[in-house]
């Protein structure tokens, strides 16, 4: 069973992709946003602290994010990844098979995101998580570099999906 992290930018196609890849893997596809929403659904102590942050504007620390993430990879063999680990500080114990980094230009980021005519896709927001994505989450491809594989995120995304199919 493979275990497969998404890197890429937001809006990149990382959900998408990993889904379809999930599918063709046989592999449960593991949103960290999904499982944090479920914790906030649930109700559970972790789902009040998520809540909590996101009443107040906040990002999920990183511990939270662990929190509802960790568990869910032990409980699993393998799976496709989204949005966890963010930052080097959440590698810890964390090992891949294969990293999948969308390359996907700013500029076409910043397209597709505006076109989703969600509230909170402002350019300014959008410009903020791409700093974060440059500073925190690029660092990454070096720390998992043996297990990189690029894609060119700009593309149709049946050819994207095709690709990775011959490639993870």
């Keep these: 069973m493979k275990r497969v992290l998404m890197l890429g930018p937001p809006g990149s196609g990382k ?66 990844l989204d949005g966890f680990p963010r930052k080097l500080s959440q590698t810890d114990g964390v090992d891949f098979d294969a990293v999948v980094h969308l390359d996907v230009p700013e500029a076409e980021v910043v397209r597709r995101l505006l076109g ?33 594989v690029e894609v060119d995120g700009d593309r149709d995304a049946d050819e994207i999906a095709a690709e990775l199919r011959e490639r993870v």
């Excluded at 063709?24 to 479920?38: D, F, M, P, Q, Y």
């Design 15 to 80: 959900g998408t992709q990993g889904e379809r890849l999930a599918r063709s893997l046989g592999v449960e596809h593991i949103s960290s946003g999904a499982l944090l929403r479920e914790a906030v659904a649930g109700g559970t102590p972790l789902g009040h602290q998520v809540e909590q942050a996101m009443s107040e504007g906040r990002l999920v620390s990183d511990e939270l994010v662990s929190e509802a993430v960790r568990p869910a990879l032990q409980r699993r063999n393998g799976y496709v």
């Design 116 to 148: 989703r005519g969600r509230a909170d896709d402002t350019e300014a927001v959008i410009a903020e998580r791409l700093r974060e994505y440059r500073e925190d989450t690029l660092p990454l491809l070096d720390h998992y570099r043996d297990v990189v």
